[in-house]
């Protein structure tokens, strides 16, 4: 049972550079520029994909898509529950890396 919780805070509360990171060569190329987050966008393959810091959210100033975790797997070829199944258990690491840190 996925709550709407749960996927609140897979889409907000894990960073997509978490999630880019954890996919390893299996995500897409992605890289720091002038303080912003992109990676090259699945809709359009341009590196424009650009995740705004404040809600998570990846716009992509190329073709005009946004993405979130969930999208962003879906993307991959995952199905919606893989996608969940695969990206809740790195929300359960990243926030207890946080919970430590502070
Ligand atoms: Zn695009």
Do not use: D, I, M, S
């Given at each position: 049972m996925i709550s709407d919780e749960l996927l609140r805070a897979i889409r907000n509360d894990l960073p997509m550079r978490v999630t880019i990171r954890r996919l390893g060569?299996?995500?897409?190329?992605?890289?720091?520029?002038?303080g912003y987050y992109r990676f090259l966008c699945p809709g359009c393959g341009e590196l424009r994909a650009t995740v705004?810091?404040?809600?998570?959210?990846?716009?992509?100033?190329s073709c005009g898509q946004n993405f979130n975790n969930i999208d962003l797997l879906m993307s991959l070829g995952y199905d919606f529950l893989a996608a969940v199944e695969c990206l809740e258990p790195w929300l359960q690491t990243h926030q207890e890396h946080r919970t430590r840190q502070e």
């Open positions: 060569r299996q995500g897409p190329p992605a890289k720091q520029v002038e705004n810091p404040r809600n998570n959210l990846a716009h992509c100033f």
